[in-house]
């Protein structure tokens, strides 16, 4: 991460350089928040038994 803070730096300025930093390190917050949400969602989904229709419709034959 230090090398695309300096390259930014170079290319567009320390304004933006400061700018990437912040955005960077809110992106390494959210991101396991999200990646959390996301396991906690899976297990309800399994727990509830999501995507799984268990009620199979009989059908006899016919003479």
């Known amino acids: 991460m230090a090398a695309l803070s300096e390259i930014t730096a170079l290319v567009f300025g320390e304004q ?3 700018w990437s930093k912040r955005l960077l390190s ?4 959210v ?3 999200l990646e959390s949400k996301k396991e ?3 297990v309800k989904g399994r727990e509830e038994g999501a ?3 268990l ?3 009989v059908h006899y034959p016919t003479f």
């Open 40 to 42: 906690v969602e899976q």
């Open 31 to 33: 991101v396991p928040m």
């Open 16 to 18: 933006a350089r400061a």
């Open 26 to 29: 809110a992106y390494e917050l």
């Open 51 to 53: 995507g799984w229709n």
């Open 55 to 57: 009620q199979m419709p």
